[in-house]
C-alpha cells in the first residue's frame, strides 16, 4: 500500500539520522541547554531576523500548542480560533485541561480575518455581563489551515493588526509552515511572519523531522519562564540536542524548503489531474493536502493500492478524503496515481 | 425604577427569612450534615418518589453545573450542551476550567433532542481518529432553557433514552425548574424528571431562595465522594442548615411551585398584551422569560420606568429584550406595564 | 448539648437579619455591582485607610483562598504556607484543583517567617534546576492561624518585606481576622495589614455573619479582571448585596471587633480554667480558639454536655481537642463548661 | 569534559539508530497503532507473563507520571509519594496542574512501606472531615528510587498488599527500573512487579533508547480510554513507531539488561573505591546513582575532568554529589575517575 494520508509515515530525513549517528557517542548536556539547541536557535534568529526571539524546541504539535496557551492566559481567558483549528477538533480538549475555553468561530475556508477579532473584542467588552464570559485575549490561526488554505501577506498583516488594536496575541500554528511558506501561491516569509505574531511555531514533525516543533517567542511580555510550563507539560525532551540536530539540518541551507516544495509541487499535479478529470473538491488547496471528493466506485479501486484519509460523506455516491504528499513523497507513486485516477 | 430584567431582584420569600430568624439563637452542626438539611432531602425524596436519590445543597448554579460536572467526567469527556446552554455562555468558561471541553450544538430552540444526542455518539465512535477527539460523555440541558423554551415529557424521555442508549449522562440544570413545571404548556412533573436523567437540580435562587440549588443524583454510579468534590469546587456552605431551611420552606408545602406559578402568570399576562400590541417576539417562550423584540421610540419611553435586559440588535429601530418575572413580580407593576406597552 | 467545636454554629447576628428583613421588598441589580456593596467597600477602605483598594465580596473561606491564588499565579508557580495551613489541609485540594502546588513548610506554631521567605527563595533560584521545581511565587498566611496562634506587627512587617525583596506576593487569609485583632496579645491593627499585604480578606462566616469573606487586593498588579476569576470558580452570589448588607452591619460601628472581642475573653476564661486545673495544651493561643489535651475521664463526662473538635490523641490516656468559642458564646455556658473542668 | 551527571548523555544505543536507518524509507501508520508498537508490545507481554497488560508508549517521565496519574484518580484524590519523589520534586508541578494533590511522606530512603500505605488510609477514613481532605487513592513509587535505593520483593509484595486493602492503586515509576533490576542486591524480576503493581512502566530514555517509557497497565480498571488522556496530555507521538522499533531492540534479546548492568557494575567499582578511600556516602545505593560526599579540594580537582551533579551543601568543606553511570559509560573513565579519587 502506498501512503498518501499523512505527512508524517516515514522517519526523517537520511541527513537527520546521519547526523544523529555522527553524534551517538557523544556526551551532551540534557534538557535543551545545549549547544546543538543553540547552533538551530542561531540559524532560527537569523531566518526570522530577529535575534531577540526566544526559540524553544517541542515535540510536538499539541504539546506545543497547549504549552503556548498555557503559558500566555490567564485562567479566564480562551483562545479564539477558526472551528476547523487543530485545537478545537483534533487534540482531545488538550487547551480546555490546562483550563482554557476555546471559542471556535464557523469559517468556510478555516482562516480567521481581521474583522473576525475586532468584532469578537467589541461584542465582548460591550456586553455589560462580560465577567460572566470567557474573555478572548489569543487568537490562533494555521499556516497552512486544517483544510489545506494558506495565509496571504495582507491577511497577516491585517489580523496582526486587529489583534494589537484589541490587546490581544497572535499565535501562529506552523505544524506545516514549510508547506504553506514553499506553495506557488504564497506571498509571505518567515521574516513577515515574524513580525506579525506574537508567538509561532515551526512545525519539524510533518516536514521531514523525526519529531519536534520550534516555538519561537516575539512578544516580550510572553517570554518570561516558558521554560518552566515546557517542563510542567511534559514536554521538555531529556535529551534535548536531539532536536536541535534536526532543526540545524533542516534549517541551515534551506532543506526544510526544499522539501516542502517538492510536496507542493507534488500535490499540484494530483490537483491538477483531479480537475482534469472532472472530480471536484472539498476545500480548495495549494498546499500539501487536497481534498478531493471521489465516487464510490473510483474509491472502491484506488483504495486496493492507496491510503488516503476520509474526511466525509458529500452524498450517496460521493466521499471526500484527504491525499496529502510530503518531503517523502516519490514522484513515481504521484504518477501511478495519477494514471490510476484518470484511468477512472 | 421597577426591575423586570430577571428573577433575582429580591432577597427572598417572607417564610424564609421569617424561619432564619427563629432559629438565629440555634446553635447547629455545619457543612450540610444536619436535621435542617436532612428534612429538607426528606421532603425533596418524597417530591421526586426516589427513595435513594442523594441530595446535596450547593449554594449558586454557576457552581452547581461546574461541580456535577468535574465530579462526573474523566478528563478527556466532554459535557455536550445546546449553544445557547449557560454553561457555553454565562459561566466565564467555568466547565473548561475544570478541564472539560464543552461541545456546543446550534439550535433554535435551546433545546436537544434524542436524535441529536445519538447522532453525536454515532459520529465520534465512526470516527477512526477519535481518540482525537474529547469524547462526549454528558448531556447538559435545561428546564426553562436560558430562552425561555421549556422540555415537554415525551421530549425528556427521548432524550434520556437516546443517552442511556450511547452510555451517556443526562443532567438537567433546573435554575429555572419552578417556572417551566409551573407553566401552562408544561406537561412534565418532577418524578418523571427524576426518573429520566441521571443528576439534576431544583433552582432555589431564581426561584424564591435567597440563594441554593439542590442537587438530585438518581444514579447510583454518580453519587460516590460527591461532597469532597462540593468541598473541593469551594460550594460546601459552612452554615449548610441555611439551605436545608430554604428549601424546606419552599417545597413542603407547594410554596415552589405556587411562586412559579406567579410569575409564569404575570409572564402570559405580559405576552398576551406585547402579541396584541403587534409586536413580535425574539423567542417564544411560555415560562417567566419573555422574549420581545421593541422599538427603539417604545423601548426610550420604558426605559424611564423600567429595567429589562439587553439581548441584541435585531435591525436598525428595533432590539430585542428579556422581559423576566419572578416569585415576587408585583401585579400593579405587570398592569402598569402593560398599559405603558398599550399606550404606545 | 452545647456546641464549642466551632465559631459558626448559629446563623448570625440579629443586626444582618433585621436589615435583611428591612431590605426584604427592594429590588437591587445583581452580581455584587450594587449599591449595598458599594457602601460596604467603602466602610473597608475607609478602616484600611486605602482608597485604591478593590473590594470583592465571597461567599466562603475555599473560594476565597483558591480564587485569590488561582488569579495570582501563572501555571508554573505554587503558594507556599505553613504545613498547618488551612489551603494545605481543609480543602481538599481546592488550590491542587485550580493546578498549582501548595509547597507546605513544616513550623511549629503554625506562622512563616520573613527567614522562611528569603531562604525558599534563595534555594529555588540557587539551584540549577529550577525550572524543573515549582516556583514559589506567592506566601499565605492566617492570621489568627489554623492553631490560634496570631502574627505581631513586627512579624508580618518582616514577612512582607521578604515578600518583596524576593519578588513574591503576601496573602493573608482573615477568615478568623477578628479574633486575631480583639486579642490581647495582638499588636496588629488592620491598616497596617492592608499596608503589608498584597491581598488579604476579612472574615465574615466565622465572625458574626451568615456567610461571607471580604477580598480586599492591594496591590495594583494582582486587580485586573478579578471579577471574571470570581465568576469562573463559582463565587459570584447572585444577590451579592447579601454579602454587602453583611459587611455593612458589621463593620460600620465596630460590632465586628466587639464581637470577637468578646469571643476572645470567654476563650482566655477558659484558658485560664484549664491552666488552673493543671491541664495542657496542644498549643498556645491567645484568641477564641483554644487546644487543650484532657484526660479520656474528664473528655467523658464533658462530651455529655459540650461538642468539641477532635484534633489528635495524645498518649493512650489523653486526647487533644479544640474548645472554640464564637460573638455568640453565651458567658453562661462558659461559666458552666469552666465548672465542670474544675470538678474533674 | 567527562560527564558523571546523569545516564541520558548520549543519544541512544548503537543497535536502535541502525534499525531506524534501515526503516527510513518505510511508511508506517501513526500514533503507535502500528506493526513496530504492536511488536513491542509483544515483548513486553512475554516479558511480564501477562498477556492482558495494555502496553503504551509515551515519550518521557513527566509526562507518563502526569499522565498515568490524571487517568487514573478523579478530581478529589490524590497521589502519595515519599517526599524525595520525582512527581515531588523535579515535574515543575505537573501532577497538580492536572488538578491533584501529591501528598508526601519523609522517608530516610526514598522508599515507602505498606504500614504507611495503611496508616495513612486510616488517618484519612478515622478523621470525620474527611471530605475535606484529599483523598489518597494513588501511591506512587520509583524502582530504583531518586535517591538510588531499590524495592526488595517482598517490601513490594508488602505495599501492593496494602494498596489493595486499603483500595489503593500502586504505580512504580520505573525511568530506572533496568538499573534497579539488574543491580547485585535485587531480588525482584518484572514479573513479579507486573503481580505488584496495578500500572508501571519501563523507562527507555534512562536506559539506552532515544527516549520513551513503556507504559504497562495491568488493572482492568484502568485501561479504559488510556489513549486519549495520553493524546490529550500531549504525550502521543505522531511516528510512534519510533517507540516501537525502540523497545523491540531494547528488549527483544535482553539487551536492556545487559547494558544496565553494565551501568550497575560500574557504579559498583567507584562505590568500592569511594569506600576504600575513606569517603562517605549521602545515601547508599546498589544500582547506578551514587550519592557521595566529598571535601571540596577533592571536588575542586574532579571537576577539572569531570561532570557530576551537586545535591546539598553537606558542611563548610563538604558536599554531595551524585556520581552517575549508564549504559554508556565507558570503563576506562571510570577507572580514570578512580585513580582520581584514590589520588587525593
Known sequence: MIRFNNDYSEICHERILKRMSELSDTQVGGY???????????????????????????????????????????????????????????????????????????????????????????????????????????????????????????????????????????????????????????????????????????????????????????????????RYIIKQKGGMLAKGWLLGIQFTELLKDGLYFELAKHADDMALKINKAVRESGYFFYSESPANQQFVIFPDSLLEKLNEKYVFEYQARVDETHSAERICTSWATKEENVDMLIADIKKS
Chains 1, 2, 3, 4 share one sequence.
Not at 56 to 74: D, E, K, P, Y
Not at 102 to 127: C, F, Q
Not at 131 to 141: D, G, S, T, W
Open 32 to 226: 535543551g541547554l545545549d549547544e546543538y539547541c543553540d547552533e538551530a536557535r542561531g540559524i532560527i534568529k537569523n531566518l526570522i531576523g530577529q535575534d531577540n526571539a526566544d526559540v524553544h524546541f517541542l515535540v510536538g504539535g499539541t504539546q506545543a500548542n497547549m504549552t503556548v496557551i498555557a503559558s500566555v492566559l490567564r485562567p479566564h481567558q480562551c483562545a479564539v480560533c477558526a472551528s476547523s483549528g487543530h485545537i478545537n477538533v483534533h487534540e482531545t480538549g488538550a487547551v480546555e485541561s490546562t483550563g482554557h475555553k476555546v471559542m471556535s468561530i464557523p469559517t468556510e475556508n478555516g482562516k480567521l480575518t481581521g474583522d473576525i477579532v475586532r468584532n469578537i473584542h467589541v461584542a465582548h467588552w460591550a456586553d455589560f455581563s462580560h465577567e460572566h464570559i470567557a474573555q478572548p485575549k489569543l487568537v490562533y490561526i494555521s499556516d497552512s489551515t486544517e483544510i489545506g488554505t494558506i495565509y496571504k501577506k495582507d491577511e497577516l498583516i491585517d489580523i496582526y493588526a486587529a489583534c494589537r488594536d484589541c490587546g490581544m496575541y497572535l499565535f501562529l500554528d506552523g505544524a506545516r509552515l514549510g508547506y504553506a511558506l514553499a506553495c506557488e501561491e504564497n506571498d509571505l516569509d518567515i521574516k513577515t511572519i515574524a513580525e506579525n505574531t506574537d508567538v509561532f511555531y515551526i512545525g519539524g514533525t510533518k516536514c521531514g523531522a523525526m519529531f519536534g516543533e520550534a516555538v519561537v517567542i516575539l512578544n516580550d511580555d510572553l517570554k518570561e519562564d516558558f
